[in-house]
């Protein structure tokens, strides 16, 4: 089972836009909304909620008031001013304790807090775990454990190879809760001074956590120059920019209806769906070719298929009408055989003998061919 987590450096830069298209791309994943503090994976997804649960991320006090003499000792003792003689402030309490230790009359118990809920839905691409965090609750880490396990546990029953995670933006706790032990992170960012500086928080993360981590440009066209500018630090950091997606006025209005890039017609249907293949080839089939296929996945090639004429030239064709470049290599120069035959689209077995009558399709969205723009 693979899991792969898409977030970024601060909210907005259209992670869950990408974690939506996703979802509708992924033909068999288990959906996970880990953003617990701004959820709103459902509002393109449109879940149907099959099971509901509570969520205890904490202890609070609770006072007896017919024990109470109202001595004032609690209130000295708590250093965030959320107990008045006996009357608590919740949403200022810690949940130290302390204010239980010290009361003279044993007046005051700790108890378990309800911090949020969890939910089981049902999408139109597959089961998703989500939650909510009650207002002004702040165990957001936890509930994110909490969902991670449930989707986990989900994608074992329900036999599911992929869990597919939106996560919560920035470096905190919730993010790290996300980031433990993934396979793979999709870093997403904007061609801004602020981006590029979350940009390299996030990275240094992923790196402390050892989480392979790949980025993606989104709107990289609105300032090409600091576009520019990521890619060179991508490349320094030796992090791979695996996908690049032009700003569309239309991707905006599809949002504001509820809907995903890939249900209306817009300019970045084909970039969101060339950057999916690559993801999901690099998280499953990345290990799999030979040192030349390898290196083509890493230029941001996509792997099709493999065909004879005259069904290749039909195929180039119709990737080239739908603007992509394509690229052709014989089998034996980017696939290995699989040992134990399991692979039969990357087996080249059947084509020895015939080498030249096969070859192996690659496509990578065309590069903008405009002249590169002054920054704005
Ligand atoms: S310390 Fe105990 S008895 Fe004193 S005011 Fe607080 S709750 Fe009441
Ligand atoms: S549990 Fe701690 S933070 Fe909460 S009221 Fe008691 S002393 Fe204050």
Not at 48 to 53: D, I
Not at 107 to 126: K, N, P, R, V
Not at 177 to 185: E, I, K, P, R, T
Not at 211 to 233: P, R, S, Y
């Amino acid at each position: 089972m693979k899991e792969i987590l898409v977030i970024s450096g601060k909210g907005g830069t259209g992670k869950t836009t990408l974690v939506a298209s996703f979802a509708r791309l992924a033909e068999r994943a288990v959906l996970a909304d880990c953003d617990v503090d701004a959820a709103d994976l459902h509002l393109l997804l449109k879940p149907k909620v099959l099971q509901e649960g509570t969520f205890y991320g904490g202890r609070k006090p609770q006072v007896d008031l017919e024990r109470c003499t109202g001595c004032g000792r609690c209130t000295e003792l708590c250093r965030f001013g959320a107990i008045e003689d006996g009357e608590v402030d919740l949403i200022e309490c810690e949940g130290c304790g302390l204010c239980a230790l010290g009361c003279p009359e044993e007046a005051i118990s700790m108890q378990d807090h309800l911090s949020g809920h969890w939910y089981l839905s049902e999408t139109a691409f597959g089961p998703m775990i989500h939650a909510q965090l009650e207002m002004g609750e702040e165990n957001s880490g936890k509930l994110v454990a909490e969902v991670r396990k449930r989707a986990k546990e989900l994608a074992e029953e329900k036999g599911e190879d992929l869990i597919l995670v939106d996560g919560p933006p920035g470096v905190g706790c919730p993010v790290i809760s996300s980031l433990s032990g993934v396979d793979m992170a999709l870093v997403v960012t904007e061609p801004t001074v602020a981006a590029l500086h979350d940009l390299k928080r996030v990275l240094e993360l992923c790196r402390r956590l050892r989480v392979e981590a790949l980025v993606c440009i989104n709107k990289f066209d609105v300032n090409l120059q600091k576009a520019h500018e990521v890619e060179d630090f991508c490349r320094q950091e030796g992090v791979e920019v695996l996908g690049k997606i032009p700003f569309d006025r239309r991707v905006i209005e599809a949002l504001s209806e509820g809907k995903t890039p890939l249900e209306v017609p817009t300019g970045v249907g084909g970039e969101i769906e060339a950057l999916w293949q690559r993801l999901s080839e690099r998280l499953i089939g990345a290990e799999k070719g030979t040192a030349k296929g390898q290196e083509l996945l890493r230029e941001g090639w996509t792997r099709r298929f493999v065909a004879s004429e005259p069904r290749l030239s039909e195929m180039v064709k119709m990737y080239e009408e739908a603007g992509f470049e394509v690229r052709l290599e014989p089998p034996s120069a980017v696939e290995e055989p699989d040992e134990e035959g399991e692979e039969c689209q990357r087996c080249r077995i059947c084509f020895e003998g015939q080498e030249d009558k096969y070859r192996v399709i690659f496509t990578r969205p065309r590069r903008d061919p405009r002249p590169r723009e002054e920054e704005p």
